[in-house]
């Protein structure tokens, strides 16, 4: 046979080229939509998602292989570029196009993870969970004294109804906002060896500020502080009840265990109070709850707030 002209040899490399194209596109396209079904009938590594799985790999084998031999085909019948082969570059690409935009990235990752992530990282990892234990062991001393104190049970009805009711309530007020004052400035210290602890590790800058940025954005920092904040509103709340009573003090009395008021508008401001401490004390209580269930060793929750 005589030997191809350089065209020939070109547009037979182009055909090559084309047919591995064609390939790489419908293998692809095969594998996306039978990963959108696998996603949408069934959770990773579980029936049906394994026999979508296998699907796409025999699917894939089969038109590599009828690619692999076409082009060795045309190839050897041409004697096109002598003993030079393109079947395992055409091989290479169709596997590298396939594969390569699914699972390269996680591969890199995974690989990068190990050298030079997880050692770090479970440094950090001792790090928080010994913080975490500190902000659930700070947390629950807080709401024993709280509940110590009888809060909120103070400002129960039949409490503010008894002889000198309000002055007790008020009193009770002062001292559940100095113990509120008292748990934060404990949470500062133990803040401030937080994150002297991060900042000590002998791990990457990087890892540093992310680890401090996750816990203080939507960790146990996070919820800690969400907890203050609500147990000062609700004190606030507690304590414009109080004067809204004292202003009004000849125009409510008790009644079965209610409160009566003479005037609407002072009904009115009283259950507007109520309605925002109930509110108050659920997202204390769910924010506590939230807290304490991150720590998956002593998983106890005690929500003493919500009250009706």
């Known amino acids: 046979m005589d030997e ?20 790489v596109w419908g293998t692809l396209t095969y594998g996306n939509a039978l990963m ?21 790999v025999a699917v894939c084998l089969v038109a590599w292989i009828a690619t692999y031999m076409l082009c060795a085909l045309i190839q050897r019948s041409l004697s096109v570029w002598g003993g030079f082969s393109l079947l395992p570059l055409l091989l290479l690409a169709v596997i590298g196009f396939n594969f390569g935009p ?3 990235p996680q591969m890199w990752a ?7 992530e997880e050692s770090d990282q479970k440094a950090i990892t001792a790090v928080k969970e010994d913080n975490l234990t500190q902000i659930i062991v700070n947390a629950d001393m807080c709401r024993a004294e709280m509940k110590k104190l009888g809060f909120p049970e103070f400002m129960f009805v039949y409490n503010l109804a008894a002889p000198h009711g309000l002055e ?6 002062k001292k559940a906002r100095a113990i509120v004052l008292n748990c934060q400035a404990r949470d500062n210290v133990r803040i401030e060896k937080f994150r002297h602890d991060i900042q000590a590790l002998d791990v990457a800058e990087k890892a540093k500020a992310e680890a401090l940025a996750i816990e203080f954005g939507s960790g146990a920092e996070a919820d800690r502080a ?3 904040q609500l147990e000062t509103q609700l004190i606030d709340e507690f304590e414009a009840v109080l004067d809204d009573l004292a202003a009004a003090k000849d125009r409510w009395y008790v009644s079965g ?6 005037r ?9 109070h109520i309605s925002k401490i109930r509110r108050l004390a659920a997202q204390a209580d769910d924010a506590y709850v939230r807290m304490r269930s991150r720590d998956k060793t002593h998983y106890v929750v005690v929500a003493p707030y919500r009250a009706d």
């Open 168 to 173: 007790t309530a008020r009193d009770k007020i």
């Open 226 to 228: 969400r907890i203050r």
């Open 110 to 116: 995974d690989l990068h993870y190990k050298l030079f």
């Open 257 to 262: 265990g209610q409160l009566v008021f003479i």
């Open 36 to 56: 959108t079904l696998a996603v949408t009938y069934g959770p990773p590594d579980q029936l049906p998602q394994m026999y979508l799985w296998g699907a796409l």
């Open 4 to 23: 191809p002209s350089r065209l020939v040899k070109w547009l037979i490399v182009v055909v090559m080229l084309v047919v591995t194209a064609a390939t």
């Open 264 to 272: 609407q508008r002072d009904l009115d401001r009283f259950n507007a």
């Open 102 to 104: 699914h699972y390269g």
